[in-house]
């Protein structure tokens, strides 16, 4: 086997596990920054219950007693959906 031949094999099983360990780095990134749909959080800053409900397309439907509190299960839902973009601007 010539020397050539050699290296090139050696490159690229080198480039193929370097291929491997950033898949594995990207997914766990990506994996890692989905928030958590199904958790109760407690507060003091509501008044009653909310209930957010996400339907199969993921869309949240918020219901409340009270309209500040349906507000902020409206912003507490919406920075669930967008702290991916957080997390990727500080990355």
């Known amino acids: ?7 090139l094999i050696r490159t690229l099983i080198c480039f ?3 291929a491997l360990v950033m ?3 990207s997914y766990n990134l990506a994996s890692r920054s989905l928030p958590e749909y199904n ?3 407690v507060t003091d800053k509501i008044h ?8 199969s397309s993921n869309i949240p439907h918020i219901f409340s007693s009270n309209i500040n509190d349906v507000f902020f299960g409206l912003g ?3 920075a669930q959906d ?3 973009q957080l997390n990727i601007l500080r990355r």
């Open 16 to 18: 193929t596990l370097l």
């Open 48 to 55: 009653g219950k909310i209930e957010i409900i996400r339907d």
């Open 82 to 84: 967008r702290f991916w």
């Open 1 to 7: 086997m010539s020397i050539l031949l050699k290296w």
């Open 23 to 25: 898949a594995i780095v």
């Open 39 to 41: 958790q109760t959080v």
């Open 76 to 78: 507490y839902a919406h």
